[in-house]
C-alpha cells in the first residue's frame, strides 16, 4: 500500500537518486583520478630514467585484479617513457590468468598465490626447457578496519580478532577486547562484521593468518571464499568498505589503499612484540624483509611469517606474484618482458606504487628479484 | 497473442507457381533465422550441460542439498540449496508486490487518466525500465537499504509471530525481503506497459455494455477489463518473473550474501543463482566455473519451467475468452 501511494514519485526519486549516486562516484573518481596523475607526473621524470626500454614491442598479462592499480601506474609511465611499446593488463583474477599463461596466450601472469605444483606441471608445455616462476612483485597489508563512536586507537591480537570475525565474540566491551584496550571507552553494542561475499585473495590472506597466528580460534581451512560464521558480506573491497563507512560499531578487512581512501580507522596488532604494530607500509616492509624464500631454483615464492613476534613487523600482509618462464619465453617478447619487470622491481617503480596504496618490497627482495629477472630466457 | 494475431499470415497462396525471388530469399532469410534460433538455444543447453557434468562428477556434496559453495576446494563441495531458495523467494515478493501495484498502474493509464496526463505518464513507466540495473542496485545499496529500517523492524514487532518476518539478528537489512522489493521496482515498468497494451485492446463494446448494464466503472473493469486481460496480465507477470529470476548485479550490490539457508526474510543472508554467478566467476578455477555454470543450467530450467507453467495457463484461458480475440 506504502509503494501505491509513492509509486507516482517513485520515478522522480529514482532519477533524483541516480544523478546523485553517479554525482558522488563522479567525485570519487575524480579524486583517485587527481592523485594518480600527481604522483605519475611527480615520479614521472625519476622513472624514465629508471626505464631501460628494450626492444620495442607489444606485451599482453593478465591476472589478478588485487595489482590492478599498481599495474595502471606502471605501464602508464612505461607506455609514456617508451614508445612503440605498449603493455596491455587485462585483470580477471589469478585463476584466470594462470590458466591463460598456461595456454600460451599471455606473456607472464599476475596471481595472489603461488603456482601449485600442478600447474607448474601444466607450464613446462608453454616454457620449453623451462617452467613456469613466483616473481614477487607488489606487497601489500590487509588492515583491520572498524567504525566505534568514541574509539579511535584499536588493539586486536589474531585469536581475538578471529573469534570476532567468526561471531565468538559479539559485544565491543567484550573482556577480550577490554583486556588489549586498557583505558579505551568500549561501547555495550554488538559487533556488525563485515566479510566479501566475493572470492577474493584478501579473505584467503586474512584466513591464513587466523590459521596461523590464531591459535586454534580459526575452525576453518584458509580460502577465499568466506567459511566463518555470521555476520554480514558486500562485495569487492570497495563494498565492505562502504558498508564499515556507513555502519556504527562495525568491523572488517580491507587492503592499506581502500582504508586510506575511505578514511578508515584501523586496527593495530598485538603480535607478542613489546609494542602493538600500526597497519602502515614501513611495518609490512619489515615484515617482508623477514620472510623466507620458499620457492626452489629461479622460483621465488615467499614463505610469509604470520605468526611473526619481531618488533615493528606487520603481520597481516599480502604479496602478488608475477608468473614467467624461467627459461623458454617467447624469443619476440622476452626483452620487453625483462625491461618491464626490471622496471617494476626498481626502487622508482616500487616507490611509484607505494603512493597508490600497495607497500614497496625492502631492498633485500627486490636485488633478488632482480637478478633472477636479469637470469630470464 | 491479440498484438500477434493481426501479423499472422493469412493463407495467400494466389501464384504459389510463379513466386518471385525476393520472396524466396525472403522465406529462406526468416526459415533461416528461425532454425538459427533452435541452433543457438540447443548450443547453450548442450554447453551448460557438458560443463555441468563435468563439475558433478567432482561434487562431494549433494548438488541440491549442500550449503556450501566451495568447487575449488580440495575436496570439492558444492550445492544450490541456498541459491534456489533465495532466487524463488526474492521473486515471489517481487511478484507478490509488483503485480497489483502494475495492474493499477495500468488500469490508471488506460481507463482512468485524462488522456493529458496518462501519455506523459506512460512514458515516465517506459523510462523505468530503461534504467540500467547497476543503477538500481546502487540506489538500492545507499537509499533503500538504510530506508528499510524502519518498515524493517515495524514488520518483526507485529508480524514476527509468522517465523518469516521474524527478525533473529541485529544488523543493516540488507536481506532477502529489501532485494524482493528492489526487484518490484525493476520489473514494475514491465508488467505495466505490456498489461496496459493489453488493456488498450479490450473491445469497445464490451465495456460499453457493461457500463449500460447499469455497472459503475469499477465493476466495468471487473467484468469487462480484467476476465479479458488475464492472459495478458499473466504472459506480463512471466515477463517480470523472468527479469527478477535473472536479476545479477543490483542483487549482488544489495544483499548481503552467505550460505546460510533462512526462511526469516528480514534475516541478512541467502543468495540467488545469478547473483551468486556473478560474484564468484573471476576467482573461480577450472572447477568453480564448471560448477557455476550447472547452477546456471538449473536457473535455465526454472525459468523454462516457470515459462511452461505460464503458457499452459495462458492456453487454457484463450479457450475460456476466445470468442473475444
Redesign the interface.
Known amino acids: 500500500m506504502?509503494?501505491?501511494r509513492n509509486?507516482r514519485s517513485?520515478?522522480l526519486a529514482?532519477g533524483a537518486?541516480?544523478l546523485v549516486?553517479?554525482l558522488s562516484?563522479a567525485a570519487c573518481g575524480s579524486d583517485n583520478n587527481s592523485g594518480s596523475t600527481a604522483s605519475g607526473g611527480s615520479s614521472g621524470s625519476a622513472a624514465a630514467s629508471a626505464i631501460n626500454c628494450g626492444k620495442p614491442g607489444s606485451l599482453i598479462a593478465a591476472g589478478s585484479?588485487a595489482q590492478g592499480a599498481a599495474m595502471d601506474v606502471w605501464k602508464t609511465s612505461f607506455n609514456a617513457a617508451c614508445s612503440g611499446t605498449t603493455i596491455n593488463y587485462q585483470?580477471?583474477?589469478?585463476?584466470?590468468g594462470i590458466?591463460q599463461f598456461n595456454q600460451g596466450k599471455i606473456q607472464f601472469a599476475g596471481s595472489d598465490s603461488a603456482l601449485k605444483p600442478a600447474e607448474v606441471d601444466a607450464s613446462k608445455a608453454v616454457c620449453t626447457g623451462g617452467q613456469g616462476i613466483d616473481l614477487p612483485m607488489v606487497g601489500g597489508l590487509i588492515a583491520l578496519v572498524f567504525n566505534v563512536d568514541g574509539v579511535d586507537n584499536l588493539v586486536l591480537d589474531a585469536p581475538t580478532a578471529a573469534k570476532i570475525f567468526d561471531s565468538q565474540i559479539t559485544k565491543w566491551n567484550d573482556p577480550a577486547i577490554a583486556a588489549l584496550n586498557p583505558g579505551a571507552k568500549l561501547p555495550d553494542a554488538?559487533i556488525?562484521t563485515f566479510h566479501r561475499?566475493?572470492?577474493?585473495?584478501t579473505t584467503e590472506n586474512l584466513t591464513k593468518y587466523f590459521a596461523a597466528a590464531g591459535g586454534g580460534a580459526w575452525s576453518y581451512?584458509a580460502?577465499?571464499?568466506?567459511?566463518g560464521k555470521?555476520g554480514?558480506?558486500?562485495?569487492g573491497s570497495a563494498?565492505v568498505s562502504?558498508?564499515v563507512k556507513?555502519?556504527k560499531n562495525s568491523i572488517s578487512y580491507v587492503e592499506l589503499a581502500y582504508a586510506q581512501t575511505n578514511n578508515l580507522k584501523s586496527a593495530a596488532i598485538n603480535t607478542g612484540a613489546s609494542k602493538p604494530v600500526a597497519a602502515t607500509a614501513e611495518n609490512a616492509a619489515n615484515t617482508f624483509a623477514k620472510a623466507q624464500i620458499a620457492g626452489t631454483g629461479s622460483d621465488l615464492a615467499l614463505k610469509l611469517d604470520y605468526a611473526t613476534k619481531e618488533e615493528g613487523s606487520y603481520p597481516l600482509v599480502l604479496v602478488t606474484y608475477e608468473i614467467v618462464c624461467d627459461k623458454g619465453n617467447k624469443a619476440e617478447t622476452l626483452d620487453t618482458v625483462k625491461s618491464f619487470l626490471t622496471y617494476t622491481i626498481s626502487d622508482a617503480g616500487q616507490k611509484a606504487v607505494g603512493e597508490k596504496g600497495y607497500v614497496p618490497l625492502p631492498k633485500t627482495l627486490t636485488d633478488k628479484v632482480n637478478s633472477t629477472i636479469a637470469t630470464l630466457a | 497473442m491479440t498484438s500477434s494475431s493481426p501479423a499472422a499470415p493469412r493463407g495467400r497462396e494466389r501464384r504459389p507457381r510463379d513466386s518471385r525471388v525476393g520472396d524466396k530469399i525472403f522465406m529462406n532469410l526468416a526459415r533461416g533465422s528461425g532454425i538459427l534460433l533452435l541452433v543457438i538455444m540447443g548450443a547453450i543447453a548442450a554447453f551448460l550441460t557438458w560443463r555441468s557434468v563435468l563439475a558433478l562428477s567432482t561434487n562431494e556434496g549433494n548438488f541440491l542439498t549442500t550449503f556450501e559453495?566451495?568447487p575449488?576446494?580440495p575436496k570439492p563441495v558444492f550445492g544450490i540449496a541456498v541459491l534456489a531458495v533465495g532466487t524463488i523467494v526474492s521473486a515471489v515478493i517481487a511478484m507478490v508486490?509488483a503485480v497489483?501495484?502494475a495492474i493499477?498502474?495500468a488500469l490508471f493509464i488506460s481507463h482512468y487518466a485524462p488522456r493529458r496526463i496518462a501519455q506523459p505518464f506512460a512514458y515516465?513507466?517506459d523510462?523505468?525500465a530503461a534504467?540500467p540495473s547497476i543503477?538500481?542496485g546502487?540506489?538500492g545499496?545507499?537509499?533503500l537499504v538504510?530506508h528499510m529500517d524502519g518498515?524493517t523492524s515495524w514488520l518483526n514487532q507485529y508480524l514476527g509471530w509468522t517465523y518469516i518476518f521474524d527478525q533473529t539478528?541485529?544488523?543493516?537489512p540488507?536481506n532477502l525481503f529489501t532485494v524482493g522489493?528492489l526487484l518490484?521496482?525493476m520489473v514494475l515498468p514491465i508488467i505495466t506497459a505490456v498489461s496496459r497494451e493489453v488493456f488498450r485492446q479490450v473491445p469497445r463494446m464490451h465495456e460499453e455494455a457493461a457500463l449500460a448494464l447499469g455497472a459503475t466503472r469499477w465493476e466495468m473493469i471487473r467484468t469487462a477489463v480484467l476476465p479479458f486481460g488475464r492472459p495478458g496480465i499473466i504472459s506480463a507477470s512471466m515477463l517480470g518473473l523472468g527479469r527478477a529470476l535473472g536479476e545479477t548485479i543490483a542483487v549482488?550490490?544489495v544483499?548481503?550474501?552467505?550460505n546460510v539457508l533462512s526462511l526469516h526474510i528480514l534475516d541478512?543472508?541467502g543468495g540467488t543463482f545469478a547473483q551468486n554467478i556473478a560474484?564468484?566467476f573471476?576467482?573461480?578455477?577450472?572447477n568453480?566455473r564448471n560448477a557455476l555454470m550447472a547452477s546456471g543450467l538449473v536457473l535455465f530450467v526454472i525459468t523454462l519451467l516457470v515459462n511452461g507453467a505460464a503458457r499452459l495457463i495462458i492456453a487454457r484461458r484463450k479457450e475460456y475468452s476466445g470468442a473475444n480475440a
Open positions: 506504502k509503494l501505491q509509486g517513485k520515478a529514482i537518486m541516480a549516486s553517479s562516484l585484479t585483470g580477471g583474477g589469478s585463476g584466470a590458466q554488538e556488525q561475499s566475493d572470492d577474493s585473495g581451512p580460502g577465499k571464499a568466506w567459511a555470521g554480514q558480506s558486500a562485495n563494498g562502504a558498508q556507513q555502519v | 559453495w566451495t575449488d576446494a508486490i497489483p501495484v493499477g498502474i515516465l513507466v523510462l523505468l534504467v543503477v538500481y546502487l540506489w545499496a545507499l537509499f538504510p518498515l539478528r541485529t544488523g543493516t540488507r522489493i518490484a521496482i549482488a550490490v544483499l548481503s550474501a552467505s541478512a543472508g560474484l564468484k573471476a576467482e573461480a578455477g577450472d568453480g
